[in-house]
């Protein structure tokens, strides 16, 4: 699998920060970059999306920054708040029409703690 | 969407016994995944199972130890089979739904295994 390089490995924000994650990619095939957000005990619950014809895309207080050309894409949380408290994971694929190449290949996961 | 339940949520093993995971999916899917979890790191794709066909494994994983079933759209199970304490791990079931503009990725929350 191709690597999907994700940083820092941990963040920690104030109340009302911003945080941002980074991602970088390899493989120039990839054309889906999702974010997942992911609760203690729960399973990872996709957060926001991006395909790589827009440079930008914004779903209340998250924003996805993506760079085709430097093959890097960003996560930002406007007004964080505790709640956001999570561990988050970027990923990407390439999306096809065939029932069995779906596949998601994950950075390594920041875990955001947010402080009152 | 989809509303994925896995059974068991956690159990504790013995060295040597198996176990077997049960991924339940409220809607007709085709496309479904097997992940591990190690705590406090990224997901790894231990196979793709679809409806119809035999599963498809990563490197690293093979059909002896992880023998996966998918005998309808809404069903799979994965076995964990003559465990030792390196398997102790976060076993996740993933499907995919697949939309008009994008396909999204659903997680269950995961069952916790530790042996002993």
Redesign the interface.
């Given at each position: 699998q191709q690597q999907v390089k994700q940083s820092p490995q941990s963040l920690i924000v104030q109340k009302g920060g911003i945080s941002i994650i980074n991602c970088a990619y390899e493989n120039t095939a990839f054309d889906y970059f999702p974010w997942y957000q992911q609760f203690p005990g729960k399973g990872p619950a996709l957060l926001i999306a991006i395909r790589p014809d827009v440079s930008e895309k914004k779903e209340g207080r998250f924003t996805i920054s993506f760079n085709k050309s430097a093959k890097q894409f960003s996560l930002h949380i406007m007004d964080s708040q505790p709640g956001d408290s999570a561990t988050y994971f970027c990923a990407a694929s390439v999306l096809s029409s065939g029932a069995g190449s779906y596949q998601l290949t994950f950075g390594k996961g920041t875990k955001l703690s947010v402080i009152p | 969407s989809a509303v994925?339940s896995q059974k068991p949520s956690r159990d504790i093993c013995q060295r040597g016994t198996s176990l077997t995971i049960q991924c339940q999916v409220d809607s007709q899917v085709?496309?479904m995944?097997w992940y591990r979890q190690q705590p406090?790191?990224?997901?790894t794709?231990i196979a793709?199972a679809?409806q119809g066909?035999e599963a498809?494994y990563?490197s690293g994983f093979v059909i002896d130890k992880f023998p996966i079933s998918r005998p309808n759209l809404t069903f799979s199970t994965l076995t964990v089979s003559n465990m030792s304490p390196e398997d102790s791990s976060i076993y996740?079931c993933?499907v995919?739904v697949r939309g008009l503009a994008?396909?999204?990725?659903?997680?269950?929350?995961?069952t916790r295994l530790s042996v002993l």
């Open positions: - | 994925i085709t496309m995944f406090g790191q990224s997901l794709l793709t679809n066909s498809t990563e996740l993933s995919v994008k396909n999204i990725q659903y997680f269950g929350a995961g």
